[in-house]
């Protein structure tokens, strides 16, 4: 099955500056890479997702690029807010219409500090 | 907004109890996933749903996990004779299949505590 590893567990990062989460993935057939932010006693929300036929995908402050050679996919935060301290996980699946049966990495605690 | 509704969000029980968690999708969805997490890691998947058909149980953990979703809306996890490595959150989560770029969408969670 699908294994995803994810770096680094924990980051630390001054308000404003940049934020960069990788992750990469073991299954070449694995075609739908979303990434997920957990508050405290919340579920995980989606914030952004890529599919393998695009390199790269922004959103406002949030962007994610994928290298499918490499097999490896990263989360980029730009300006960074105190609102952005939570958990972040990414995830890999295949699927031909989106979000199947997700496998996850282990998590990055991001710290804004103010 | 109502999204995935979980309860009970909380349960503490004891060893050898048998608990029942509920999950209610968002209402047009057709796909229901069960995803088990436990501290300082990924949620791991579990089963899931096409309406009321169970298409992937090979993953849920032991014959002591059992999931229904007999009118293909709410869904139910049950875990019988529960034990301490059982405590974790149960997440559920549905999505419209046949949609493209159709996302997951989570619920809160139910945080069980075995004691």
């Known amino acids: 099955g699908e294994n995803v590893e994810q770096h680094p567990s924990t980051l630390s990062v001054q308000e404003g500056d940049s934020a960069v989460i990788k992750c990469t993935y073991s299954?070449?057939?694995?075609?739908?890479f979303p990434w997920y932010k957990q508050e405290l006693g919340k579920g995980p929300q989606l914030i952004i997702d890529?599919?393998?036929?695009?390199g790269e995908k922004k959103d406002q402050r949030i962007a994610v690029t994928l290298n499918k050679t490499a097999k490896h996919f990263s989360l980029h935060i730009t300006e960074t807010q105190p609102e952005d301290s939570a958990v972040y996980f990414c995830?890999?699946?295949?699927?031909?219409?989106?979000?199947?049966?997700?496998?996850f990495g282990t998590g990055t605690r991001l710290t804004v500090i103010p | 907004d109502t999204g995935v509704s979980q309860d009970p969000r909380h349960k503490i029980t004891k060893r050898g109890q048998n608990v029942t968690f509920r999950c209610d999708p968002i209402?047009?969805?057709?796909?229901l996933y069960w995803y088990r997490q436990t501290l300082g890691q990924g949620p791991e998947f579990l089963t899931y749903?096409?309406?009321?058909?169970?298409?992937?149980k090979s993953r849920l953990l032991s014959d002591r996990f059992s999931a229904e979703r007999p009118k293909g809306s709410f869904s139910t996890l049950e875990i019988q004779r529960t034990e301490q490595g059982d405590s974790a959150m149960y997440l559920c989560?549905?999505?419209?299949?046949?949609?493209?770029?159709?996302?997951?969408?989570f619920g809160n969670g139910t945080r069980l505590t075995v004691t």
């Open positions: 299954d070449s057939a694995s075609n739908y």
């Open positions: 209402s047009e969805h057709n796909r």
């Open positions: 749903f096409q309406n009321e058909a169970q298409l992937e």
């Open positions: 989560a549905s999505r419209l299949q046949g949609v493209d770029n159709s996302p997951l969408h």
């Open positions: 890529i599919r393998s036929n695009v």
């Open positions: 995830a890999a699946s295949f699927s031909q219409t989106g979000a199947n049966n997700l496998f």
